[in-house]
Nanobody
Framework: QVQLVESGGGLVQPGDSLTLSCVVSGFRRPYRVLAWFRQTPGKEREAVSRIDYQVADTWYTDSVKGRFFIYRDLPKNTMYLQMSALQVEDTGIYYC???????????????WGQGTQVTVGP
């Protein structure tokens, strides 16, 4: 059974940087992909970025391209989301998720962490 534990959220100012971590355990086939989703009040949960855990292919939603960087450390069983030039619009609960498919569809991810809050405010 896959277990995911996020950390690293907090309150920052616009333009600041923050790195989220997701410690992964029990990750094995058919699981292949780890992703970060974001839940903003009044909006559906959206995929922000994802990574193929073995080959490290990556994907980013347009609004974070050039500002966010996803990577994983295999020996540490940890995935990271390095966020820079943060904007108020980046505020939300960030969830780590695992799934078998290279997709941004929420329902394709069957393991979820508890979420970590990121607040970007003046």
């Amino acid at each position: 059974q896959v277990q995911l534990v996020e950390s690293g959220g907090g309150l920052v100012q616009p333009g600041d940087s923050l790195t989220l971590s997701c410690v992964v355990s029990g990750f094995r086939r058919p699981y292949r992909v780890l992703a970060w989703f974001r839940q903003t009040p009044g909006k559906e949960r959206e995929a922000v970025s994802r990574i193929d855990y073995q080959v490290a292919d990556t994907w980013y939603t347009d609004s974070v391209k050039g500002r966010f960087f996803i990577y994983r450390d295999l020996p540490k069983n940890t995935m990271y989301l390095q966020m820079s030039a943060l904007q108020v619009e980046d505020t939300g609960i960030y969830y780590c998720a695992a799934g078998p498919l290279w997709t941004s569809v929420e329902s394709d991810y069957t393991a979820w962490g508890q979420g970590t809050q990121v607040t970007v405010g003046p």
